[in-house]
């Protein structure tokens, strides 16, 4: 297993827009849902409604975004694209979709003025119903991501616990750095490929401290909203693993969790045993996402420096 496709309840659909995108995540019939907002500077749309204690409990769509909070007007897309197939939350005779959203920044990279507007966001959804992409790297959010001195990306990881499927996708973008630069090897993945250490030095490193990385992590496992909101705390975790520092205080840092179970709930120790895939899913996206980009936008890529050994 190793893509969000694996969950079933789950759609996935991407725009790529040249040096940005947005990246949607469906739940076409709903899922219960939870999010766990740990960077310092967060761009993010409808996280309110997910905790707890408050009264909504299902979410049609997450949609993660490029393009600083500009980029959240792509989640206004896909809600209309959304509610065009009759899919949302029902008030009357009307359907409203519930489409929380985060955002990277990217304006540094590429055209500033370049940025996922509501027409990309419907694009995504119409992308997702079409069919399966299980393409990572340079594709969607991920577009304009930035990890450390190198090139970041969306990715994706998935395992299996018990009887439940749970997968993660994540857009990659951080400000601290993913390889150990005495080492040259990931800090995620050690026993993986080094790279060039000498040629890792050499290059600039990050020019800004206002980067984010987000995400998704989604279950069949028939979780409550507050055991989402657990599942969401631990998909931290795997981000400190990749990523040095991580949850600085410009990061936006962001995990939601989505259940396409009945809420019925699981047992403490499931659960337990959830949190800790959920970390393990992170840490494999964030790896996907830096090991499959492409070389592009002046951006150098792990692959090209593991190739340069």
């Not at 959240?72 to 949302?88: H, K």
């Not at 996206?285 to 090209?304: C, K, N, Q, V």
Request: proline share 5%; net charge negative.
């Amino acid at each position: 297993m190793s893509a969000l496709f694996d969950v079933p309840g789950f759609l996935l659909g991407h725009v790529s827009k040249g040096d940005t995108g947005c990246t949607v995540v469906i739940a076409p019939k709903g899922a219960i849902a939870g999010v766990d907002v740990r960077g310092g500077g967060p761009g993010t749309r409808e996280t309110d409604l997910l905790e707890p204690h408050n009264t909504v409990q299902e979410v049609h769509a997450v949609a993660l975004c490029g393009g600083s909070a500009f980029g959240l007007a792509a989640a206004d897309g896909v809600m209309q694209a959304l509610e065009q197939r009759g899919i949302g939350f029902s008030v009357g005779e009307l359907k409203v979709p519930i489409v929380p959203a985060a955002v990277i920044f990217d304006l540094f990279v590429g055209d500033p003025h370049n940025r996922p507007a509501a027409a990309d966001g419907a694009a995504a959804v119409e992308n997702a119903f079409a069919g399966a992409d299980t393409q990572s790297g340079s594709i969607g959010a991920g577009m304009g991501a930035t990890a450390g001195r190198l090139r970041g990306g969306f990715g994706q990881g998935a395992r299996r616990a018990g009887e439940y499927v749970m997968a993660a996708a994540v857009v990659a973008n951080p400000v601290g750095e993913v390889i150990d630069p005495e080492t040259g090897r990931l800090y995620g993945r050690p026993s993986a490929a080094a790279v060039n250490v000498d040629k890792l030095k050499k290059l600039a490193p990050a020019t800004t401290t206002l980067n984010t990385t987000i995400g998704v992590i989604v279950t069949s496992a028939p979780l409550t909203k507050a055991q989402t909101k657990r599942v969401a705390l631990a998909a931290h975790d795997g981000l400190a693993r990749a990523v040095r520092p991580a949850h600085s205080p410009f990061d936006g840092d962001t995990f939601f969790a989505m259940s396409s179970g009945d809420g019925s709930g699981v047992s403490a120790e499931v659960l337990t045993q959830l949190c800790a895939h959920a970390a393990d899913c992170v840490q494999d996206a964030i790896i996907d996402a830096i090991t499959s980009a492409s070389p592009g936008l002046g951006l150098h890529t792990f692959r090209e420096l593991a190739d340069e050994l």
